[in-house]
């Protein structure tokens, strides 16, 4: 820290002439998410923590440098970085450092006022609300949600345009992404079914990350009827109505875990009150894994997170429960890591997660976004230590059954934390997430109104995409189902049970290289009848998801009986399984982690099984259609596990 203010101090002393300043909107917010209601002007004396996400450097060789490890073309495949490396890749250049600095000094916040993250990705300081508003031109508000938790806000802000470049955002800022309590969530956020108001969504581009756990929240799969499995386990001939671990093993022709490599770990993650029952996993494990009869994963508890048993039902047990039951008796006997994240009175946001992964993510976290450990809220469960900033390792395959509609967050807030995925990508991480389940409609059924910009009751509209599916350094996973009737031997067609595949393209996010050539053939081969009023058709944008796993008709044990479940939440803790069991394999055969898998999947979609049936409707459309190749409705297909685990293994 001495040798920055050293830097600086030089810099102020040179008194280099500023270029002439014209401000311009850095980040701007139309209108109030739902919940949130004007309050009063935030008074001029009031002093804030002031907080400045500079641009890192190098982000634009950061799929270069990601497919240099990745693809499966590449001398370097599999040489995968040290954390070190990566941090100090990034790293904000003195170039933006000082330009930032020059600009707040110049503005009259005083040089020692102002200090860096050890992140060295932040640079931070306290400012009067007069001070804010004169150097960002704005006005600052108070907002308070329905529960009562306050919030500062602006609707936009201004920076100096030649600064531009060297910022990402700026807190507080136009983000609704605070923490309310997870009972006052629960209460307030809609379940996975079709609006019943008229009332608009959130609007596009407001941050959104709050309450992701929640026990209404639109991500939580679907339950089905309570079912007695008399007669049905083990028996390969249901797995059209009935899908268990061995229905899975014959769909994908993948074997029961043999080994456990200490190097080798699954990761779950959850966010509370979300939590699993171990009568519930010893139920399941009693009939279909017995040798795991009161095996728990292992838990690294973030900011608090514990496997709650206060709250329980589904709606609080079925996504914790079905995530581990699977993962853990597909790869049995190999380990699986529980990742609970937030405490029962904030809750988390996916950054929270990330945070405890990487001690350089969270170091510039801002108390207006982020959940405040010490947890300031008053109730029981609040967590009073600190807040969790590195400390805990990333397994080789990390799988995630939530997430949130693109439009949710701004654009910035997603780029950020995208990056971060490829960061983790470089040091050997496979990162999954389920692309959602309701076709090209958002979460919670919502669509995007053309002309408000806000969400709609989900029967017309544009195209609403899932995030952090939309990333593209992450791995996107669908659903498919096996046809009614049909023989576990037989082709699947996507899942049009209970729910319909998240699927569609980024409008954030540009085309990455490795599936060029598949989103270029399924445009060309198969043109989607709609139009650019319907969805980003430019065919220069991610699509999603990458590949599929069945996603109907699961068996799980849930608050002491068993039960159908349906949704991308079962899928892609199906495909994590399947990435661990092959990372087993390239460990006993002397190798690293496959890492970022996507280069390697669209390289080889020959260890796919296309699928050629189905859509996934939504928005008052068809949706798009599953095509022969790569299609927005379950990407590549289901995978082969042996020519996949073959085309892997062969990799350095």
């Known amino acids: 820290m001495r040798s920055f203010h050293y830097v600086l101090a030089a810099l102020a002393a040179t008194s280099v002439a500023l270029p002439s300043v014209n401000h311009v909107v850095h980040e701007k917010r139309d209108r109030l998410p739902p919940g949130w209601n004007y309050h009063e002007k935030l008074q001029s004396s009031e002093v804030i923590p002031m907080r400045i996400a500079l641009t890192q450097s190098n982000l634009d060789k950061a799929e270069e440098f990601l497919m240099d490890v990745s693809h499966p073309d590449s001398p370097n495949f599999g040489k995968h970085w040290t954390h070190e490396e990566i941090a100090t890749k990034f790293a904000p250049s003195s170039e933006t450092v000082e330009t930032v600095t020059s600009w707040l000094t110049s503005s009259g ?5 102002i200090s860096r993250s050890q992140s060295l990705g932040w640079l931070k300081f306290d400012a009067t609300v007069a001070e804010a508003e004169s150097l960002l031109k704005t006005e600052y508000h108070v907002y308070k949600h329905e529960t009562g938790k306050p919030h500062v806000s602006c609707s936009s802000y201004h ?8 910022i990402d955002f700026i807190t507080p800022g136009v983000s609704f992404d605070t923490k309310v309590p997870q009972a006052a969530v629960a209460n307030n956020v809609e379940k996975r079914a079709p609006s019943t108001t008229a009332a608009a969504g959130p609007p596009v581009q407001t941050h959104a990350a709050l309450g992701v756990g929640a026990p209404t929240s639109g991500f939580l799969p679907k339950k089905g009827a309570n079912i007695d499995i008399k007669g049905i386990i083990d028996e390969l001939r249901n797995c059209n109505k009935y899908i268990t671990p061995n229905c899975l093993r014959a769909l994908y022709l993948f074997p029961p875990g043999l080994t456990a490599n200490p190097q080798n770990s699954y990761g779950i993650v959850e966010y509370t009150p979300q939590a699993y029952l171990q009568s519930d996993l010893d139920l399941f494990f009693a009939n279909f894994s017995k040798n795991q009869v009161q095996r728990t994963p292992t838990l690294n508890s973030i900011d608090g997170g514990i496997p709650q048993t206060t709250n329980q039902g589904f709606q609080y047990n079925g996504e914790s429960d079905l995530d581990l039951e699977y993962a853990m008796a597909l790869i049995n006997p190999q380990k699986t890591t529980l990742y609970q994240v937030g405490d029962q009175v904030e809750g988390a946001s996916f950054n929270d997660f990330l945070d405890a992964l990487d001690g350089s993510y969270c170091a510039g976290d801002d108390p207006f ?18 807040k969790n900033c590195g400390g805990f390792a990333a397994t080789k395959v990390i799988s995630t059954s939530y997430g949130y509609n693109e439009a949710d967050l701004t654009a910035a807030y997603e780029r950020r934390q995208c990056n971060e995925y490829m960061k983790l990508g470089l040091a050997g991480t496979s990162f999954l997430f389920s692309s959602g389940d309701r076709g090209v409609a958002g979460n919670r059924n919502v669509c995007i109104d053309p002309a408000t910009k806000e969400y709609n009751d989900g029967n017309s509209g544009i195209f609403n995409p899932s995030f952090p599916s939309t990333c593209p350094y992450v791995t996107s996973i669908g659903a498919t189902q096996i046809v009614p009737g049909a023989l576990v031997t037989q082709p699947e067609e996507a899942c049009q049970t209970v729910i319909f595949s998240g699927g569609g393209f980024s409008n954030v996010f540009p085309l ?24 980003n058709n430019s065919q220069n944008t991610r699509g999603y998801p990458d590949v599929s796993a069945n996603g109907a008709n699961y068996v799980v044990a849930v608050d002491g009986q068993f039960a159908l479940v349906y949704g991308t939440s079962a899928s892609s803790p199906v ?43 939504g928005c008052g459309t068809p949706g798009f259609t599953s095509v022969s190749g790569w299609d927005p409705v379950t990407g590549l297909g289901t995978p082969n596990f042996p020519k996949l685990l073959a085309k892997l293994l062969a990799l350095p």
Do not use: C
Request: proline share 13%.
């Open 512 to 535: 990455p290289s490795y599936q060029s050539a598949a989103v270029k053939s399924f445009f060309a081969n198969h043109p989607p009848p709609y139009g650019a009023d319907r969805f």
């Open 369 to 386: 976004q982020d959940a405040t450990y010490p947890d300031p809220l008053p109730g029981n469960g609040a967590y009073t230590g600190p």
């Open 109 to 113: 916040i005083a040089l020692e006022r």
């Open 159 to 166: 920076i100096p345009e030649h600064i531009t470049p060297h």
């Open 575 to 617: 495909v994590g399984a399947i990435i661990t069991l092959i990372n087993e394999a390239r460990f006993a055969a002397g190798k690293g982690s496959v890492g970022f898998l996507n280069p390697s999947l669209y390289a080889n979609p020959d260890a796919f099984n296309d699928i050629t049936q189905g859509g996934n409707p």
